[in-house]
């Protein structure tokens, strides 16, 4: 499994921007699919993930302004940025997971995205 991130760029605050993760092979196999973010001098943060059921979390940070989706026939996962803000500056990567005994392990990272809110 491979992934290709895009969409990424520079954005004033308040605007919006929509990565795009694809996904080299049939999303339907995985079990699920994450977008993460690494500020300068910051942990990495989980931002949303999607099941391959559909069910959706996010960081609390972004709630109410992200957005993660799944087109399985584009093989596809989008992350839809609204009312961004500057503490959103940050390279943001796509990950995939598969599901094991009932354990989530990550099969693929994209090469990550950069994203800068300019105040």
């Known amino acids: 499994v491979q992934l290709v991130e895009s969409g990424g760029g520079l954005v004033q605050a308040g605007g919006s921007l929509r990565l795009s993760c694809a996904v080299s092979?049939?999303?339907?196999?995985?079990?699920?699919m994450a977008w993460d973010r690494q500020a300068p001098g910051k942990q990495r943060e989980m931002v949303a993930r999607?099941?391959?059921?559909?069910?959706?979390n996010y960081a609390d940070s972004v709630k109410g302004r992200f957005t993660i989706s799944r087109d399985d026939d584009k093989n596809t996962v989008y992350l839809q940025m609204n009312d961004v803000r500057p503490e959103d500056t940050a390279v943001y990567f796509c990950?995939?997971?598969?599901?094991?005994?009932?354990?989530?392990?990550?099969?693929?990272w994209g090469q990550g995205a950069q994203v800068t809110v300019s105040a």
């Open positions: 092979g049939s999303i339907s196999d995985l079990a699920a």
């Open positions: 999607i099941t391959s059921g559909g069910n959706t």
């Open positions: 990950f995939a997971d598969r599901l094991s005994g009932g354990h989530y392990y990550t099969v693929a």
